[in-house]
């Protein structure tokens, strides 16, 4: 596609349910990153997967979030047992190649996750 | 620590007039700086970056910025302001600790609002 997209939209749940946030990178885009935004952390990094190298999971909050990225392209990031305070907007982001540190990043319009 | 600050929580302008988004940064070695807008609703659109060479950078919808490395500075300018204008603005800086370059680190974001 043109540009990152990201299903769902919005998402609501009941605190403990597990959840699964899809991000789909713009085509030829190597590396993918996650990022969470919050009105009390403002935009944090989660997690970044390059090509077929291991990922970078410095970012994730607890042992209850998880990521995988498929085939090198799809990414689904994985909430168990979710909290309230895991509530935020998550943000999906692809670029060229992500080695060097200055292609850009370009993000998806986000799924909204509420914890009720 | 490496950080991005954006001291204004907000930035009022009238339309027609100039306008300035000040970000300054801390990083250790080369800084990669980045400017994101977001609408409503909206994941972030990448507007400019910073990486080498000249101070002044222009980048999308008429924005631009001027790298101040003495005042470790990175501001974000437009001579005539519009309506649609108004959104939330990032500053980032790439992580330059070795192994977290992938990661953006980002302000806290400044809200601009242009009055007709």
């Known amino acids: 596609g043109a540009g990152v997209s990201q299903s769902p939209s919005n998402k609501v749940t009941e605190k403990g349910k597990d959840v699964e946030l899809r991000c789909d990178p713009i085509?030829?885009?190597?590396?993918l990153y996650w990022y969470r935004q919050s009105l009390g952390q403002g935009l944090e990094f989660l997690i970044y997967f390059q090509g077929n190298s291991a990922p970078d999971k410095s970012g994730l909050p607890s042992d209850r979030f998880s990521a995988e990225r498929t085939g090198g392209s799809v990414s689904t990031l994985t909430i168990q047992r979710t909290q309230q305070e895991d509530s935020a907007v998550y943000l999906c982001?692809?670029?060229?190649?992500?080695?060097?540190?200055?292609?850009?990043?370009?993000f998806g319009p986000g799924t909204r996750l509420t914890v009720l | 620590a490496q950080s991005v600050a954006q001291p204004e929580d907000q930035v009022n302008v009238a339309e027609g007039n100039p306008l300035t988004v000040k970000c300054t940064y801390s990083v250790s070695g080369n800084p990669y700086l980045f400017w994101y807008v977001q609408y409503p609703n909206r994941g972030l659109q990448f507007l400019l970056k910073?990486?080498?060479?000249?101070?002044l950078v222009k980048g999308s919808y008429g924005f631009e910025a001027e790298f101040n490395k003495s005042q470790t500075s990175f501001h974000l300018k437009k001579p005539s302001a519009l309506v649609s204008d108004s959104a939330l603005y990032f500053c980032?800086?790439?992580?330059?600790?070795?192994?977290?370059?992938?990661?953006?680190?980002f302000g806290a974001g400044t809200r601009l609002a242009v009055h007709p």
């Open positions: 980032a800086v790439r992580d330059s600790i070795s192994g977290g370059y992938n990661k953006l680190i």
């Open positions: 982001a692809s670029s060229l190649r992500g080695t060097s540190g200055t292609d850009t990043q370009y």
């Open positions: 085509s030829g885009h190597t590396a």
């Open positions: 910073y990486i080498t060479g000249d101070n």
